[in-house]
Every structure is written in C-alpha cells, then in structure tokens.
C-alpha cells in the first residue's frame, strides 16, 4: 500500500468562489491509474472540517491511501498524532496558494520546522505544491500599507521552502489536465513506485534474514594445513581374472579331448558371459530364447556335454563333492586351441 499525507489550503483564502477545485480529489478523479475511490469526511466536535480521507486502488492492485488536511490545526491541537501521520507516510504534499501570502509566512515560520524535525529521521519524500495564477506581481513596500497581506508569493520564497524541507518544488499555474496528470501526477507517481520498490526491496531483505536465522548453520571445523594427496591403486582384475584361469580356483568346467588326454579347466559363469554359445551349453539359455541357428549348429558340432554318471577322470584340484560339468571337444583343431582362446577370454 501507499500512505500519502497532505497539508495546507491551495485555495485562495481571499477568494469567494467557495467551489474551487481541491488538487488531491482532482488527481484521484482524473488519474487513469488511480480507481475504486471512496472519501469519507472527519470533523471536530465543533463541525469543523479536519481531514478528507480518500481510499482508491493505484497500479491496478496497490491500495492507496490519502490523508488530506486542509488546516493546519492539528500541529497546534496534537502535535502526536501529526507527527505520528508524517512518520507512517510514504509521500508527503504540501501545498498552498501563491495568492495567500499570509497562510504561506504562517506555513514558513511555524510548521516547516516542525515538520522538517520530524523528517530528519526518515526519507519520505516530500512534494510542494505552490498552486494557482499570481494576481499582483510586485507587493507593495509601504509600511502602512495593507496590501502586503494580500501579496503573491514569489517562486524565490517557494523555491527556498522546498530547500529547506529538501523538497520537490511545482508550480500548479492552474489544475488543469496538464498540471495535474502530466505534472503534479508524473512526480507523485515516480514517488509512488520509488517507495513501492523499496518496500518489496526490505521485505526481501527481511524474509532472507528470517529465513537465515532459522536455518541450521553446519559446524565451524578447521581445515587441515595441507590435505592428503590421495593416490588410487592399480587394479588387480586383470590379473587375478587370469589366475582363477591358471591356478584352476574354483572351477566348475572341465573341457576333454575325444581321447581324454587333454584337460582344460573353466568357470561356467565367465564363459557364459562372453558368448550366447555356452549360455546355450549350459543350459542357461534352450534353444527357443536363441535366434540365432548357426549358435545352436556350432554348439553341437564343437561340443557334448557328459551325464554326471559318465565315468571320466576329474582332474586336480576338484573336489568329488562338486562334480564339474564336464564337456567332450569333438573338433580336434578347435581342442588344440581352447587354452589360447579361454587366455584371451580371461584376459578381460
């Protein structure tokens, strides 16, 4: 949301027109971007006027509030709640009429320093408003004369105010579409979205420290002078795949010549993993799981797998009570070249 608080009358205190227009409702009216206004008037207990609150929608979803004082009354009455009102605003307007010389001396000597003390410890922006067309230029200088009261307010003492506030100057020559959206609405806008985008900006900030506060921190442990250099191991696979191979650990193949004068030992679950031949040998896979018919041809051509009852010589290192599968090598030339092939199986 955005809080405005405006002070002061931009209406000519001299004039009888009773229906000149009020600079806030104007641009509340005619702003495209402001809709959904709602006034409420609040009154002392006297009747008198004290403040005009108007509620509207800005930017299409931002809520925007307006506190429109017309008198400076309530810095006499409750200098609190005043100061409480600047304090809590995002935008502060000030405004008065060039032809009202009085209500501006009055604003000058009395309320800008109690504002200006109340603005030292924030910074909200602040926008002067010096509203209307000057009706006598140069003020008279004689003494006696009553028409200093009446004298116009000059740019020079307007412009000195806004300094002294550290302020942002206008001169509204009349209210009109221009003045009012393109001029007092283009800077009062730019102020809106500054004070929008610094609020998302400490929300963010302030959701990060929440978060950050919850947030289990991890232990503070000192980091050793110089890290070990860790050095990997050569593996050993190859070499100890090729000596299940020779020293015949564990073997549960044993490959015969036709004259069961040749003994080749093996592993089932090596061979079977390198060729859809021995998985078919063995009996891990049938003949239907296998596409492949030339597999299946080569498979009875080269091989005959013996009934556990067959009576063949074990060779050393088996034990009788694991009986290996045992495996007649028909082609003579293929038996004398199974060792270097089953070598360059178990080489990996």
């Avoid at 005009?52 to 800005?58: G, I, N, S």
Wanted: with cysteine; hydrophobic share 40%.
């Amino acid at each position: 949301s955005v809080n405005i608080v405006a002070f002061g009358n931009e209406r000519d205190g001299f004039s009888e027109d009773n229906q000149q227009a009020c600079l806030i409702w104007s641009y509340l009216g005619r702003s495209a971007l402001i809709s959904h206004i709602n006034s409420s008037l609040s009154v002392s207990h006297i009747g008198n006027p004290i403040f005009t609150k108007y509620q509207a929608c800005v930017f299409g979803n931002v809520r925007l509030v307006v506190h429109d004082f017309p008198l400076w009354d309530i810095f006499d009455s409750d200098w609190y709640t005043s100061r409480s009102l600047i304090g809590g605003a995002d935008i502060v307007v000030i405004k008065y009429s060039v032809n009202d010389k009085t209500s501006f001396q009055e604003l000058k000597d009395t309320y800008a320093p109690m504002i200006k003390k109340t603005l030292n410890h924030s910074s909200v922006p602040v926008i002067i408003s010096a509203v209307g067309a000057r009706k006598n230029g140069v003020p008279c200088t004689c003494p006696l004369c009553t028409l200093d009261r009446r004298s116009c307010v000059t740019t020079s003492e307007g412009v000195q105010l806004a300094k002294d506030l550290r302020a942002t100057y206008l001169e509204l020559h009349t209210l009109n579409d221009f003045y009012i959206q393109k001029y007092f609405g283009g800077v009062l806008e730019y102020f809106m979205i500054q004070r929008l985008n610094q609020k998302s900006s400490e929300k963010m900030k302030k959701r990060r420290k929440t978060q950050k506060c919850h947030r289990v921190q991890p232990p503070q442990l000192e980091q050793p002078e110089k890290m070990p250099i860790l050095k990997g191991e050569a593996s050993h696979y190859d070499t100890d795949l090729h000596n299940l191979l020779c020293c015949c650990q564990c073997a549960d193949v044993a490959f015969y010549a036709e004259d069961l004068s040749t003994v080749v030992e093996a592993h089932k679950v090596i061979l079977c993993a390198v060729s859809h031949l021995f998985m078919l040998l063995f009996k891990v896979k049938s003949p239907a799981d296998i596409r492949d018919a030339s597999i299946l041809c080569t498979a009875q051509s080269l091989f005959t797998v013996e009934m556990e009852d067959a009576v063949l010589p074990l060779p050393h290192g088996i034990p009788r009570c694991v009986p290996p599968v045992r495996v007649l090598v028909k082609d003579s030339v293929f038996c004398s070249c199974l060792l270097d092939i089953l070598h360059f199986i178990y080489s990996g």
